[in-house]
């Protein structure tokens, strides 16, 4: 997956985590408007119901962010072993290259 993907993933869930939070403040405030026990026992059933399908999701969400997050340190590990051995090649080439010059200097002093 892409960063693109998971980007879009950690927005949704603080997009629904805002939306939940209207939701539940909605709620309340309709339960103070509402005088009733039968309808505030509703409402309450409601919130309680919308804030345990808000928790499932971001179970499910946490869980998704998890694993995506551990794909990327094993992929920030690979990429650090990685840059190492080509500063390891680079160091190589530059030992032979700077052996290779002397040598040239040294044939260019004894030519002249």
């Given at each position: 997956m892409d960063i693109n993907r998971w980007v879009e993933i950690i927005g949704g869930v603080f997009a629904g985590g805002s939306g939940s939070w209207l939701l539940f403040k909605s709620a309340m405030a309709k339960n103070a408007a509402v005088d009733t026990s039968i309808v505030t026992s509703e409402a309450?059933?409601?919130?309680?119901?919308?804030?345990?399908?808000?928790?499932?999701?971001?179970?499910?969400?946490?869980?998704?962010?998890?694993?995506?997050?551990?794909?990327?340190?094993?992929?920030?590990?690979?990429?650090?072993?990685?840059?190492s051995a080509l500063h390891e090649t680079t160091n190589?080439?530059?030992?032979r290259l700077n052996a290779m010059q002397r040598k040239a200097d040294a044939l260019e002093q004894i030519a002249v």
């Open positions: 309450r059933s409601d919130v309680i119901e919308l804030l345990r399908a808000e928790v499932q999701r971001m179970s499910t969400s946490n869980a998704e962010l998890s694993e995506a997050l551990r794909q990327f340190q094993s992929e920030n590990i690979a990429l650090r072993k990685e840059i190589q080439l530059s030992e």
